[in-house]
């Protein structure tokens, strides 16, 4: 049998801003700044408080109308700017009163969506600044198709406007028919001079003046260290990512920190704002190993737009080193050295003080992808005191070629993306639904501790191609679908209290777990610090906090006011209130007072799974330990398959949607996904889809029919994120390793799996406990439910690998007797549905020694 996905590969091709922008007292604030919510009639404030306002001042003409999207993602951070756009049929120009002595940020806001009935596949155009193009035959909807978000920002650095007027203009483009403009929000503020000219790669005598362009931020990297928002920049706003995504090979380094008796300090020559100090305070060296080092390079890779050049500004700050000439390094762009013999004490003159270095390379036009490589290698024939290199962050910045031009093509999806979205599109019938069907879809995606971590997807469906200048651009039904969630906010009735309005709750829902006031939640997180953040979701912050005098708990607050994630809210409350399982994640409260919606509930200690597998500075789990928490996550979807009264499909399992407490136990979370399943007389739940790109069902996907068996494809790819330290999508691999699901299946076809596994655990996993588990996993990712097995079968299968890692010596036989015994104990569990029961009549003396439980919690 051949075990197949349709899971496309991605090409990113364009850097995705995924947070709101906010200003903050530095040197980005400007008394002429500009914050247009675009479309809206009485502007709005976004989740970081930020005031919008209305864009119909600053128009100069009025052939253009304003519209609501029909549909509201749930990955977006507010209803301001998104949910509200302004569409152009007609070339039409913004102006704005600017400093003539001051560069400025341009920021433009696109959520593709549908407005007024309009096809968002329509929108293609141009919009140019002054004398500078920014974008041209633009297609937003294929934009974020590719960079797999719902909403995305472009930035641009433009230089100073010598008239003091700005004109942007928006032209619908010419190329296609009844093609239409839009824009949700554009931002506008003076900024410092960043730039200063970039030495030419390979020409030492050449600098490209940098001062008089315009840019576009394509990249903009923490590297070694984590996300950095935007409220949390050096008073310029910008957004800072995880680097790791980008490294090229197994070869990624080590990460470090500043430790405490190390203080950053910026000199003269290095404002404060250049970049902050979470950047200079963390860093990716190479590693201990000299021999190592000097026969590898440091590298990441990044696709970008040819026939353009790029300045790529190198952020450096050592924190180790003290003295000249102990980690000298060169440094590579696109295999040409842009800097020998790189030496950051002899350049800073001090440990803990930042230094930037910028260089400029061209990138020719020529055959199959563009690719800008950043390579670090130690400079050996000086003979520095270790082997080494280091780097602290790295911008990328494209300028404006000679016209004055800065706009790239749209990204062209790769041919598995067109195969699997021309087979969607032949067997997707929407029950009821019209034969020329257009669906808005996302994906709501998980924790920003993983900026790239999160996925979320928008796309149209059409069953007619257009034909665009001879190349057909039609992209279709590979898309999650979301209908439209539009649900009023209201207050509710909390602790007694009387408000106006409504509960979004039910009495009944209400009644089954605990109330909290709004000045409780508030006192518990430290009035919603932020030095209280413990992670980001679509659904909003969750907070560490303290209740009843010492009790740790997690607390998820939605947006306040926003109308984002009502049925969710609902649905999460609705779900665990009624569920008790040791392995599912305890709610014990929520809140819904003054707009806000808030749940509350057990903290776990050691956050999610993906934390302690990649891209992290957690030292790796042991392959037990991976296998331990693999059961205890197996039996929490057991038990939402079985165990409960009715069958609950989670609908979003992934690395991230498993948390760990103090004990390392897995507790599956986030249910506000998940549905009801079929009864004794259905084989299947007929509903939109919705889940996360790299674990969805494409059976589910391709037939809207929801079964447990979808539930169980994710957990494959779980399996295989374990088993492989690998994200479930990499969009910067090639293209046939772009899938996790796919790769994997392909290799274990191939017979080389193990080539593929964590290095961690290259020779230290039993062969025939890696042959189980590789095959329980490839039956999880079987292309149709029904040759699936069920989550009591990968459980059993789990428990019999873990069997054969423990006791190599004892024969298959005894194995499958103790995981014939651990199975049995957890079917007795099953109908238990107290966790504080659950503890108080089981002894632990009397559990079977072999039963992979690797914590008795007590109950609350």
Excluded at 90 to 106: A, G, I, N
Excluded at 567 to 591: A, N, P, W, Y
Excluded at 594 to 619: F, S
Excluded at 740 to 757: F, P, V, Y
């Amino acid at each position: 049998m051949k075990f197949k996905t349709h899971i496309f590969s991605l090409i990113v091709v364009c850097f995705a801003w995924s947070t709101t922008h906010v200003v903050s007292k530095g040197p980005a604030s400007d008394s002429d700044s500009y914050i247009l919510s675009c479309g809206s009639s009485n502007g709005g404030t976004d989740s970081d408080g930020r005031k919008w306002v209305i864009d119909i001042k600053s128009l100069t003409s009025s052939n253009s109308v304003t519209a609501t999207a029909q549909y509201q993602d749930p990955s977006l951070p507010s209803e301001t700017p998104y949910m509200s756009a302004r569409i152009f049929t007609s070339q039409s120009t913004y102006q704005f009163s600017v400093s003539p002595k001051k560069r400025l940020w341009v920021r433009l806001h696109f959520y593709p969506s549908t407005y007024s009935n309009l096809d968002p596949a329509d929108s293609y155009f141009d919009v140019v600044a002054n004398e500078f193009t920014l974008l041209k035959n633009f297609s937003a909807t294929i934009t974020a198709q590719a960079l797999t978000q719902a909403y995305f920002i472009r930035e641009f650095s433009l230089p100073p406007v010598k008239s003091g007027k700005l004109n942007i203009t928006f032209t619908p483009s010419k190329q296609h028919e009844g093609s239409y403009a839009f824009v949700n929000g554009i931002e506008i503020m003076g900024m410092p001079e960043l730039f200063q000219p970039a030495t030419m790669v390979g020409f030492t005598d050449q600098t490209i003046e940098v001062e008089s362009n315009s840019l576009q931020t394509i990249f903009r990297l923490n590297v070694g260290g984590q996300y950095i928002a935007a409220t949390n920049d050096s008073g310029l706003t910008r957004t800072w990512y995880d680097d790791s995504p980008y490294l090229f090979g197994a070869a990624f380094g080590v990460t470090s920190q500043a430790d405490k008796n190390v203080k950053i300090q910026y000199p003269l020559d290095t404002p404060e704002y250049i970049a902050p100090v979470n950047v200079y305070s963390t860093a990716r060296s190479m590693g201990p190993d000299a021999k190592i080092n000097a026969n590898y390079n440091l590298t990441w890779a990044f696709q970008v737009d040819a026939n353009f050049t790029y300045v790529v500004r190198f952020h450096f700050c050592e924190l180790k080193m003290t003295k000249v000439n102990q980690r000298v390094f060169d440094i590579f762009l696109n295999n040409k050295t842009a800097q020998a013999a790189a030496d950051v004490i002899a350049w800073s003159g001090s440990q803990g003080v930042p230094v930037y270095k910028d260089y400029a390379t061209y990138v020719a036009d020529g055959t199959g992808d563009y690719q800008l490589w950043v390579a670090l290698h130690p400079s050996v024939s000086m003979k520095p005191e270790y082997n080494d290199a280091i780097l602290n962050g790295l911008e990328i910045f494209k300028v404006n070629d000679t016209g004055g031009n800065l706009a790239g093509p749209n990204p062209v999806p790769s041919q598995m993306m067109l195969q699997a979205e021309a087979e969607a599109t032949k067997n997707f019938s929407p029950a009821g639904g019209p034969s020329h069907a257009q669906v808005i879809g996302g994906i709501a995606g998980g924790a920003a501790g993983f900026a790239f971590a999160a996925a979320v997807c928008i796309v149209v469906y059409r069953r007619k191609r257009k034909n665009a200048g001879g190349m057909e651009s039609g992209f279709g039904s590979w898309l999650p679908l979301y209908g439209n969630s539009h649900t009023s906010t209201s207050k509710s009735t909390i602790s007694g209290k009387s408000t106006t309005g409504s509960s979004h709750l039910s009495t009944i829902t209400q009644g089954l777990c605990r109330h909290f006031s709004l000045p409780e939640i508030r006192q518990a997180a430290k009035n919603f610090h932020e030095s209280q953040v413990i992670g980001v979701g679509g659904f909003g912050k969750v907070y560490k906090g303290i209740i009843d005098g010492g009790t740790q708990v997690a607390i998820k607050r939605s947006s306040p006011s926003s109308e984002q994630g009502v049925h969710e809210f609902q649905t999460e409350i609705e779900m665990l209130s009624k569920l008790r399982h040791r392995h599912l994640v305890s709610l014990i409260g929520f809140c819904e007072e003054d707009g806000e919606m808030i749940l509350v509930y057990d903290y776990m200690a050691n956050g999610t799974l993906r934390e302690h597998i990649y891209k992290t500075n957690n030292a790796p789990l042991s392959w037990k330990q991976r296998l331990e928490i693999c059961i205890g996550a197996a039996r929490g979807l057991h038990y939402l398959h079985t165990g409960a009264k009715y069958t609950i499909i989670h609908r979003d399992v992934k690395t991230t949607n498993i948390l760990l407490d103090e004990n390392w136990v897995a507790k599956v979370s986030d249910f506000g996904l998940s549905k009801t399943g079929p009864n004794l007389n259905q084989t299947h739940v007929s509903t939109v889809v919705k889940g996360s790109f790299g674990y969805l069902d494409p059976e589910y996907f391709r037939r809207q029919q929801l079964t447990e068996k979808s539930d169980v494809y994710s957990f494959g790819v779980v399996l295989l994120e374990v088993l492989c330290a690998r994200p479930a999508l990499n969009p910067n691999l090639p293209k046939e390793q772009v899938s996790l699901a796919d790769w994997a299946l392909l290799c274990q076809k191939k017979g080389n799996l193990q080539d593929i596994i964590d290095p961690h655990f290259k020779g230290n996993i039993n062969p025939e406990c890696l042959k189980k588990f590789a095959e329980t996993a490839q039956k999880c990712l079987s292309d149709h439910g029904l040759a699936r097995p069920s989550m009591g079968d990968v459980l059993w299968n789990l428990e019999f690998a873990l069997q054969l890692q423990q006791n190599p010596s004892e024969g298959k036989h005894v194995a499958e007797e103790k995981a014939n015994d651990a199975y049995a104990m957890h079917k007795k569990m099953l109908n238990i549905e107290e966790e504080s029961s659950l503890n108080e009549d089981t002894d632990d003396s009397n559990t079977n020694v072999v039963f992979s439980q690797l914590v008795n919690p007590k109950g609350r």
